[in-house]
């Protein structure tokens, strides 16, 4: 039997996007999904499936947290996998970025991230369960204005070896660094788009195209399923090679 059928996996920000990837990832292999989604027009159509429960809310808001782990612990009666997806992104200038830009950013990307990771933790705890949080290559490289954006994705990284201490050795908790990732096609439908790559955005990656959601998914996977049995604590680049790349001007 695979190792994902009937078992249970809560996705936020799982209702497009790479979040959106993750969900059917998870439904092709038999498991059923929640998600918690801020979209509306997203969780609509992420619940589409009917092995996937759509819970509309923030994960910067408490009571939206537990609304969703109590929405799969009460209607599935188990929670194996949670997967902190959901976060914003947005960039200017440092002089100006508001404490309340800041709070905003910190917020839903890191915060959330917590929130979620502790009102689930008994629940993976019961089922040996596997939590994969969503960071960046922002997290190790930035461009200017970046600053709360970065700042999110770097903590993101050391939120994901102190919970692998904590909630080890029941939770294996692990982190992936997406780099470029077109999300075009996996948009809420009203804003679907085709996208428009040139050849040197392919190229400037040493795996020679830029990342699918769908790379993201399966890397996902992977490290939730038993053959990442001894992995713990630890971050995946998912780039294509692209911050191994040397760059000088010439």
């Known amino acids: ?58 994960v910067a808001a408490e009571a939206d947290v537990l609304a969703a782990v109590g929405t799969a612990t009460r209607e599935f009666g188990r929670l194996d996998f949670l997967v902190n997806n959901a976060g914003i992104s947005e960039f200017m200038p440092l002089e100006q970025c508001s404490l309340d830009d800041w709070n905003r950013i910190i917020g839903v990307n890191l915060t959330g991230m917590f929130l979620c990771a502790k009102h689930a933790a008994p ?38 070896h102190a919970l692998a201490l904590s909630l080890g050795p029941h939770v294996r908790v692990n ?22 790559l ?16 769908e790379d993201v998914a399966e890397a996902a996977l992977f490290l939730c399923s038993d053959k990442a049995g001894f992995i713990t604590g630890e971050c995946l680049v998912l780039d294509g090679g692209m911050t191994r ?6």
Not at 175 to 196: M, T, Y
């Open 175 to 196: 982190c992936i660094a997406p780099g470029w990732i077109d999300v075009s096609n996996w948009k809420k439908r009203s804003a679907r788009e085709q996208a428009e």
């Open 1 to 58: 039997m695979d190792f994902f059928r009937d078992k249970v996996a809560l996705v936020t920000g799982g209702g497009q996007g790479i979040g959106l990837a993750v969900t059917q990832a998870f439904l092709d292999r038999g498991s059923s999904v929640v998600i918690l989604e801020r979209d509306a027009e997203a969780a609509g159509q992420g619940a589409e499936s009917g092995r996937v429960l759509a819970v509309c809310g923030d």
């Open 123 to 160: 629940a993976l705890r019961a089922c040996r369960g596997a939590m994969i949080n969503i960071a960046s290559t922002r997290a190790f490289q930035s461009e200017p204005g970046s600053e709360a954006y970065a700042a999110s994705k770097g903590g993101i990284v050391a939120l994901t």
């Open 198 to 213: 040139r050849s040197v955005d392919h190229e400037q990656h040493p795996a020679g195209r830029v990342g699918r959601p």
């Open 245 to 250: 790349k040397m760059i000088y001007a010439e």
